[in-house]
């Protein structure tokens, strides 16, 4: 009787755990997982792209000192040599927490030698997560960081 127990047991063990196989089998052949991504080989790609242009920033030793007057935005590039890096794509993109329909872009041309400058009407108010994108041939100096919606002086980002 005792012997019949055990086998009786043994036997419901592997039951369940042929049961349970097969349900998560069947879940994983037919549902996606909400974490996947549709385009992940393409958006690993992308990334890699990016890690490489951002470490080509660092090891060009760029410098960007950003400052805020009133509506006028103004960036100032420096390479390594404190020499100005001319010819870039400069763009300032506000994140505006909770609402990503009122986010703000701001493209920066170049004004003088390594001097990106432009002026917004409309400007974000508060705390703002403002995100910095300097880019040429290939390098791409990025920065993200919060500033308040006022008026300061130069900052080294």
Known sequence: MSRNRWQL??????L?????SGWTLERAA?????????????????????????????????????SREAQRWRLRLLDRDGAPVTGGEVVLKAVLPGNRDTDWRLL??????????????VTPSGTLELILSASRDGITLRRRFKAVSQQWAEVRL
């Open 9 to 14: 047991f043994l036997g419901a063990i592997l």
């Open 16 to 20: 369940a755990f042929l049961v349970f």
């Open 108 to 121: 920066l041309p170049e004004v003088a030698p390594g001097v990106y400058q432009a002026s917004s009407a």
């Open 30 to 66: 037919s549902r996606v997982s909400a974490v996947s991504d549709v385009d992940y080989y393409r958006t690993g790609q992308r990334y890699h792209q990016q890690e490489r242009a951002w470490r080509a920033a660092a090891e060009a030793g760029w410098r960007a000192l950003l």
